[in-house]
Structures are given as C-alpha cells and as structure tokens.
C-alpha cells in the first residue's frame, strides 16, 4: 500500500487496542472458548488494522472488529491428532478473508448492529456453553473422525 512506518504502527495500535478489549473481558484460549476466541480475536484485531491503514476512523475499526467477532461466534476447536494443520490453518485463512471483508463493510458504512463489548461478552458466554470437547481437546468435531483418528494412531506409531 506503500505506507510509511506511522501508518503502519497505528493499525498495529488499533488492532492491539482490540485485542486489550478482548483480553479484558473474554479470552484468546480455545481451550477456554473454542475457536472463536483464538481466530475470532485475530479476526476482529485484523479487521481494525486494515481499517486504519485505509485510512478510516477509530469508530469504523471497532465496527469491523465487531462484524468481524459476531461472523466467527460458535466456531469450536478441533485439532487433528493434537496438531494445528487441520482444520487450524483454513479457519485462520476463513479469518483473515472475514478480516478484510468485515473491514470493508465498516469502511462502506455497514453498522454492526451489536457493540463491540457486547459481542465480546457473548463470545464469552458461549465459549463458557460449548461443550468441553469443542474446546481444543480432541475430544470432538473432526479430531473424532475416522480419519482423524487414522491419523492420530500412525503419528503416535512414528513417535514409537
């Protein structure tokens, strides 16, 4: 985008200012709240800092980190065989593409609805809902699968 180190720096300020807000109120731990606290928040601190660097306001960033967090609320944790490849690395590139798109709609004026500490208090509290083996056991979801299980046994067999 050819922006100069100021620019850069207050769009790592704004996404970092989200992410005190949701520090400060939920969590990042998928164990505590499934996916939707670890890639939501990414999503939602993404969202304000593209917003910054496309020039918006502060009140635009923090509507995309909002539309951003309410896009990504029930999103469970499900590693394969203990590890972050599946289905971690498409729900981060799911959360980077929700990041910009939230961002854009802020930027053309789309309202949220509901405010950000809201939507970060209901991540919470639905993170708190989820069943213990949605929350980055392995427990549930994918993990579970026969595959997945497949691939559990064969990593655990090379350890061997």
Known sequence: ??????????????????????AEQATFAAEVCGCQA??????AMAAAGVVQLAGG???????????ALQNLLYLICDPVAELVE??????????AVNAVASANMAL????????LDEVIQAMYQ?????PRDLRCTGLGGLAVTTTG??????LSSAKQ
């Not at 599946?86 to 959360?95: D, I, T």
């Open 57 to 67: 306001t502060a009140e635009q960033g923090v509507a995309a980190a909002s539309i």
């Open 38 to 43: 670890e890639c939501g928040a990414a999503s």
């Open 86 to 95: 599946v289905p971690c690395l498409g729900k981060n590139v799911m959360a």
């Open 126 to 130: 639905v993170g708190k809902m989820l």
């Open 1 to 22: 985008m050819g922006l100069g180190d100021d620019e850069k720096a207050k769009a790592l300020l704004a996404a970092g200012g989200i992410g005190v807000l949701i």
């Open 108 to 115: 053309a004026g789309v309202y949220p609805v509901i405010p």
């Open 149 to 154: 299980q497949e691939i559990k046994r064969r």
